[in-house]
């Protein structure tokens, strides 16, 4: 079975640019989650889904939205970026929504903002 | 206090010894303790779980968790310099929420042939 895929693996942008970011959840899996880590840091939680609807949100500032499609497949969007919002930007899923399902990672997208 | 608080590395140790790698969080509600390893540019790869109290072996890997001491602890038998890897603990059920899981900043595990 293919894991959780991300797309683009790379990306460069400049500062006050728009960015997004995508996800494909493992098959079945219908919960998806968004991490940002910083290099010498974990994982940072972002948001989130469940069936589409929002059921978690981190202390990011509102530029940074998210939503889940149908198929389960997510987007994380940032807007007005800066440079500190260079980071590897992870999604991670898992099968259903509560504390006691594990999460599994991709490969992540690799943000640099100049 | 940091949220979830790892012990500081770099861990070295030689082929064949107990890796230990230690954890503890701040969150008394927490509920479910995860690690996980991750090799140098790469995402993070789910090695162990454990929501009860006690031991947890996989393997070569023991997971222990004492929630009344808020700690939680990894232990890798017969080190292989494959394990050389940042091992990040992660919790979850956080401030109540069941979906906001706290990672650690990682302890750096170094296995020398």
């Known amino acids: 079975d293919a894991g959780v895929t991300q797309s683009p693996t790379h990306l460069i942008k400049t500062r006050g640019q728009h960015v997004t970011l995508r996800c494909s959840p493992i098959?079945?899996?219908?919960?998806v989650s968004w991490y940002q880590q910083v290099l010498g840091q974990g994982p940072q939680f972002i948001f989130q889904?469940?069936?589409?609807?929002?059921?978690g949100r981190g202390n990011f500032p509102d530029r940074f939205s998210a939503r889940q499609f149908p198929n389960y497949s997510s987007e994380l969007n940032v807007n007005a970026l800066l440079l500190g919002d260079s980071a590897l930007y992870l999604c991670?899923?898992?099968?259903?929504?509560?504390?006691?399902?594990?999460?599994?990672f991709g490969p992540g997208t690799r943000l640099t903002v100049l | 206090q940091k949220e979830v608080e790892q012990n500081s590395g770099p861990l070295s140790v030689p082929e064949g010894a107990i890796a230990s790698l230690n954890c503890t969080y701040s969150?008394?509600?927490?509920?479910?303790f995860f690690w996980y390893r991750q090799y140098s540019g790469k995402s993070p790869e789910l090695i162990m779980f454990?929501?009860?109290?006690g031991d947890k072996e996989d393997g070569r890997f023991t997971a222990q968790l004492n929630k009344a001491s808020q700690y939680v602890s990894l232990l890798i038998r017969d080190s292989q310099p494959s394990d050389s890897a940042t091992y990040l603990c992660?919790?979850?059920?956080?401030?109540?929420?069941?979906?906001?899981?706290?990672f650690g900043a990682g302890t750096r595990l170094t296995v020398k042939p």
């Open positions: 991670a899923s898992s099968q259903l929504d509560g504390t006691y399902n594990e999460q599994f």
């Open positions: 098959s079945g899996h219908k919960s």
């Open positions: 889904y469940y069936e589409k609807e929002e059921r």
């Open positions: 969150d008394r509600g927490s509920q479910s």
């Open positions: 454990i929501y009860s109290n």
């Open positions: 992660a919790v979850n059920g956080f401030t109540g929420s069941r979906n906001d899981m706290r």
